[in-house]
């Protein structure tokens, strides 16, 4: 076995792609896409294919719900149990803004086409669903969207990813009938199957939380999250008004059948 090293400017290239401990292969983002950081690119204009699966990216697609890994982990914790929290002790945080507006009656819209045509709805994310994270965040959209339970048909995570961005996240290879929303549009392949969404960022405020734990865990708990705040806390930017899914909503049923 020989090693084979390669040397090139790191603003030119888009990924690499692995296979065990070799990289096989480097893309050139440049060559790939003519204009790969332009929202207005990655349109419903593009979509010319019947669509008979929708990928639906997680963090900064459906909103800023990062925390929300945070919010279980210490509830974990705190609680002594192996099991992610209820909808119920996560209520304050999803319908406090974490979500993207209108994703509830987006999800709806797909529940109902769904039933009349059978389409396939996935959440693909570059999380880890090892812990069962995605798969609980995905029962979390169901409830938040008041969708039954397997609305969502289930999750694509990073442990199936096949290669990484600059930026750390995976590159999404989808099939030919796959239509994504997300907003990293040029990590996914090929690139006319995929919209483009604006990040979401939107602060929730923590105090709903305390309310589940005794008064005197309330000190470590703020730190925590203070912490977790300082390192990974997005700007105060206030996205209430985000329209992006009326949007979607209003363009996809021209797209689907
Ligand atoms: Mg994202």
Redesign the pocket.
């Known amino acids: 076995m020989s090693n084979i090293s390669i040397s090139v400017p790191e603003d030119y290239v888009d990924n690499m792609e692995q296979s065990g401990e070799n990289f096989v292969s480097v893309t050139f983002r440049d060559i790939d896409h003519s204009i790969p950081y332009d929202y207005d690119y990655y349109d419903f204009k593009n979509i010319n294919f019947i669509v008979k699966e929708i990928h639906i ?5 459906v909103g800023d719900i990062s925390k929300a890994s945070t919010l279980g982990d210490i509830w974990k914790v705190l609680k002594k149990t192996r099991e992610w929290p209820s909808y119920s002790v996560m209520k304050w945080f999803f319908e406090g803004g974490a979500i993207r507006p209108y994703f509830k009656e987006f999800l709806q819209y797909l529940k109902i086409k769904k039933d009349k045509t059978g389409i396939k709805i996935m959440i693909h994310t570059s999380n880890n669903d090892k812990e069962g994270y995605v798969s609980w965040i995905k029962y979390m959209l169901e409830q938040y969207a008041d969708v039954p339970e397997g609305t969502i048909d289930g999750v694509i995570d990073a442990t199936t990813a096949i290669s990484y961005s600059r930026c750390g996240a995976t590159i999404k290879h989808i099939d030919h009938n796959v239509l994504i929303f ?3 549009p040029w990590n996914v392949g090929p690139f006319n199957q995929a919209i483009g969404v604006v990040p979401y960022y939107q602060h929730v405020d923590n105090a709903p939380f305390f309310k589940f734990f005794d008064k005197k865990l309330h000190n470590t708990l703020a730190q925590v999250l203070n912490d977790d705040e300082e390192r990974y806390g997005t700007a105060g930017d206030d996205y209430k008004n985000d329209q992006v899914f009326h949007y979607i909503l209003e363009k996809l049923d021209k797209t689907l059948n």
């Open positions: 990216d997680l963090d900064y697609t997300d907003d990293k």
